[in-house]
DNA sequence: TCTTTATTTAAGTTGACACTTAATTAAGTA
DNA sequence: TACTTAATTAAGTGTCAACTTAAATAAAGA
């Protein structure tokens, strides 16, 4: 999931359908209708995105709304944590950290 | 560089180089030895992880030293919180996410 | 300077995937 | 039972980038 997740977003169309819906739910033809793409390619895109569980779905009869699913950003932003947060760097790594710090030829 | 730092992190191989950074920094054959992949192939992705922010580079004689590089990933994650943060999202949106509480069809 | 070690750059191949148009499904309405 | 609206699935195409091997660069040692 945490894998699909990242994946969904590193395709600029499907941020920018994300961004849209910053705003509130949308149907996919309202969202498609703010793209000049075709409707079976927003429709792929929002099924990318509700497969990785940065969006979700409620169906209102022929319609489809989409929107963002916080818990799926939550959880990538802690998945993506563990690369870098201090609490979780070994000490060996924070050690250095320390020494290129004390050199100053920090970056 | 947000955009390419979310770009390198959705290949997996280029997420187990950074997971092995975790430990302190490595040369590239080092890193290379821990993969089934030829050097050419790490350090290509090592190219698009420096240049996206993500890792750090230092060269010591012939050597290369990679080691992560903190402030890339502090900037991926305020970027990404854009897209859920409950302090950055529209009046609108909020309204709607406290009717689905309300309903209980929450997910 | 010749050799070795560490690494990158060059060039080419292959698979994934973001698009397209056409066809299909699904729900509501006359 | 059509017809309309909303959306998806199917099928095909073209581009991009993750690999490969071979060649080039760069620093250090004999």
Redesign the interface.
Known sequence: MI?KA??S??V?TR?DI??V?????LTSSEIASKFELSAPAISQHLKVLEQSG?V?M?KAGTKRYY????????E??KF?????D?S???L??AA?EEERRNHE?N?
């Open positions: 894998q990242i994946h977003l590193s600029p941020r994300l961004s819906l910053r705003n509130g739910e940065l979700a409620r929107r963002i699913r916080r818990d799926g950003f939550e990538l932003v993506i944590d563990q690369f870098w201090t979780l760097l070994s060996k790594e250095e030829s970056d």
